[in-house]
C-alpha cells in the first residue's frame, strides 16, 4: 500500500470515528488532515454554539471537545498504533476568545509512545492562524504490539 492509499485509508477511518461521536456530528467537525500522529479537524461557527450570546464568542468547551477529538485522531493516526483509543488526561491553555463567525482549526501531532500511552500536543486558532485561541497537551490509552 502507498503512502497516500495509507493516509487515505487513516482519514476515512478517523471520519468514521468521528461520525461514530454524536457531539463530534453536533459540532460538524471535519478531518482536514491525518497521518503519521498528527491531525487537523476544523469546525465552523455557530449561532448555537455560543457561550456568551453578548459578544458571540464560541464556548469553551466546543474549543475543548474540538482539541480533544484532533488529538485522539492524531493518536489514531500513528502508523504503530493499532487500536483504539481514550482519553487519560487532557490539559488546556486558552489564549483568547475565538472571533465570532470565523471556521475553527485544531492541529495535533502526537510526539511519543509508550506500550500502553501516547502523548500529544495541539493548537487550535481561528483564522488569525498565528495567534492560538488555545493550546493543549494529553496523554491517550493506547496498545503497541510487542515484536515477539
Request: proline share 5%; charged share 20%; with cysteine.
Amino acid at each position: 500500500m502507498t503512502e497516500y492509499e495509507q493516509k487515505s485509508e487513516r482519514a476515512q477511518q478517523a471520519q468514521q470515528f468521528m461520525q461514530a461521536l454524536p457531539y463530534a456530528r453536533a459540532l460538524d467537525m471535519r478531518v482536514d488532515d491525518i497521518g503519521n500522529g498528527s491531525a487537523t479537524i476544523s469546525m465552523p461557527w455557530a449561532d448555537h454554539l455560543v457561550g456568551d450570546p453578548h459578544t458571540g464568542v464560541i464556548h469553551g468547551g466546543v474549543v475543548s471537545a474540538l482539541m480533544d477529538t484532533c488529538c485522539g485522531a492524531a493518536v489514531l493516526g500513528h502508523p504503530a498504533v493499532k487500536s483504539a483509543t481514550a482519553t487519560l488526561d487532557l490539559r488546556i491553555d486558552y489564549m483568547r476568545a475565538a472571533k465570532p463567525g470565523q471556521r475553527l482549526r485544531a492541529r495535533a501531532e502526537c510526539y511519543h509512545l509508550t506500550r500502553s500511552v501516547a502523548f500529544v500536543r495541539a493548537v487550535t486558532t481561528d483564522e488569525d492562524s498565528d495567534n492560538p485561541v488555545a493550546t493543549a497537551t494529553g496523554a491517550f490509552t493506547i496498545e503497541v504490539p510487542t515484536n515477539g
